[in-house]
């Protein structure tokens, strides 16, 4: 896969085995795991997080083997899922930074230019989103508007 913004092509990373099953030595049950993925995402984790801390504390590898669902189809049935996807999130809140301090520097222009570069990817984003209805059609992209979704 290549990057967006650059000349390089990227890495190739490893893979998940295929039949997604539950190991034999896991004992969570799914009400468990689900019940403490919901817990940590009232806490105001996000779904990689949860994922990484049910396999770091609680010793599930994959909350998908254990719950037959995908993290974020369980934290949307028990309602604790956020309205903006976790990608997009993430690259709002590397936006609203990059702002603040482009108002105290104003004439750093590689960051500028890496502003400009990254406001074209959420909006690529967006659109991806927009067309797979897990954002609202007239939902747009405003550097106000990151900053007070961020916050």
Known sequence: MSRIHSGHKGRSGSHRRY???KPEWVTATPEEVASQAVQLAKGGAGPAL??????DSYGVPLARMVTGKRLTVVLKEHGVASDIPDDLQALLKRVVHLQRHLQTHPK???NRRGLTLMES????LARYYRRRHRLPENWRYSAAGAALQVE
Do not use: E, N, V, Y
């Not at 949860?50 to 396999?55: F, K, V």
């Open 19 to 21: 039949p997604i099953t």
């Open 50 to 55: 949860i994922g990484q801390t049910l396999r």
């Open 108 to 110: 750093d222009l590689s």
């Open 121 to 124: 990817r959420i909006r690529r």
